[in-house]
């Protein structure tokens, strides 16, 4: 089986997936932009071929790359990287090399937030009132409907990137005449926290694996404040996210791929769906996953592109929480106060990426407990400012 990894050096903890199809016997053929020589040992170990291109961003010579590739070991069985940011070049290549998974003619409904809310409506999952925007005057007439404050953000995202929170008519103004009206999408402010879905489903559409997590402050309002945020796993998942969240994979045909579905959990309870995110969630998730139940979901994503069949049994063992600091704030207690406070509670630590900085900090620290009061203790303990 040959398998192509876009970007197997990054995110950085992903080149585990790599790792994890080798042992399995799959033949891995990564794809990247950084010399050969800088991946770390494991990474060029689990590689049966790389190929550095100039630019990620470059289809014709990604297109070479996966005809070199077939070339050289035949059929390409799969292509991923298992982020967001690439999922409209996996389904181009997907679709010339007839790789199995989501194409071009599908991308639309996981990539575009107006169609997302298309499937929002088929599964009879509330979501927030939202419109495609056409014009000012559209724009103008929506925000009186709803009232302020509203976001506006990318129809076709990653993340946070480029969301406004609008709060008058002037902010409104501004926002429309330095922007393109016809690639953003209004939305109605909801209330509330947000909480996730998340998991794995087999080729099958069956979920073999899921979980649910807490973010505080929401995304959004962590980047507009510039503050500091944590999040944490559930143990048992609440039933309506639960019941909505498999309702949402099977409307969304959820195939072979991680999944992160994000809610709104209103003031008095309410659920409202958010997003769509086809797969796993971003920095350390996906070894939160593995702390949380003693398990290696890397391996498990592994075994299901492999084509290798039987159940996988996990319990969530300990609430994993994620917390990060920036360098920017000035926290009364030291990291090495920090690594000595946590003891027994931490199960990693370390530097994140830039690219993730502005949201989730510079620096995260996992912890896990079998009760809840640890992790939050631990998260005044850590971002608790002089």
């Known amino acids: 089986m040959n398998f192509v990894f876009l970007s197997p050096h990054f995110p950085p903890n992903f080149y585990r997936f790599c790792v994890a199809l080798q042992k399995l016997g799959v033949n891995v053929l990564g794809i990247g932009d950084c010399g050969f020589g800088e991946l770390r040992p494991e990474l060029r170990a689990a590689l049966g071929w790389y190929y550095q291109v100039s630019d990620l961003h470059n289809c014709g010579e990604l297109s070479a790359a996966c ?11 799969g292509l991923d990287s298992l982020t967001e940011y690439w999922l409209e070049t996996e389904s181009r290549l997907r679709a010339e090399f007839d790789i199995p998974g989501i194409k071009p003619d599908t991308i639309a409904l996981i990539r575009r937030k107006s169609d997302m809310k298309k499937i929002f409506a088929r599964a009879n999952v509330p979501a927030a009132r939202g419109v495609l925007l056409r014009d000012a005057a559209q724009a103008r007439a929506f925000a009186g409907s709803v009232g302020f404050p509203v976001i506006i953000k990318p129809d076709s995202g990653v993340g946070a990137a480029n969301t406004h929170r609008i709060s008058a008519h002037a902010e409104l103004d501004a926002f429309l005449a330095h922007n393109r009206i016809g690639d953003f999408i209004m939305e109605e402010f909801v209330h509330g926290d947000i909480v996730s879905f998340d998991g794995i489903a087999d080729w ?24 500091d ?92 929480g994620y917390i990060g600091r920036k360098d920017s704030r000035n926290y009364l207690r030291s990291h090495e106060e920090v690594l000595r406070g946590l003891a027994g509670l931490l199960v990693y630590h370390g530097p994140l990426p830039q690219v993730f900085s502005r949201g989730m900090g ?25």
């Not at 070199?68 to 390409?76: D, M, P, S, T």
């Not at 048992?236 to 709104?264: M, N, S, T, Y």
């Not at 620096?363 to 407990?369: D, E, I, K, N, S």
Request: charged fraction near 25%; hydrophobic fraction near 40%.
């Open 67 to 77: 005809s070199f590739f077939a070339g050289k070991f035949g059929r390409l069985d």
């Open 229 to 320: 945020m944590y999040y944490y796993s559930a143990r048992e998942i609440a039933p309506d996210i639960e019941q909505c969240g498999r309702k949402l994979a099977a409307e969304f045909g959820v195939r072979g791929r991680f999944f992160h579905f994000e809610f709104f959990r209103g003031l008095n309870g309410e659920l409202t769906a958010c997003e769509v995110n086809m797969r796993p969630p971003g920095g350390m998730t996906m070894d939160m996953f593995n702390f949380a139940c003693d398990a290696d979901l890397y391996a498990v994503w592994a075994r299901i592109m492999a084509g290798k069949n039987g159940g996988f049994e996990y319990s969530r063992k300990y609430h994993c």
């Open 362 to 386: 510079n620096y995260g620290y996992l912890v896990r407990a079998e009760n809840l009061e640890p992790v939050l203790a631990a998260v005044d303990f850590v971002q608790k400012t002089v």
């Open 204 to 227: 099958k559409g069956e979920i073999v694996f899921c979980t649910s997590h807490s973010f505080f402050p929401p995304p959004l309002e962590a980047l507009v404040r510039d503050g």
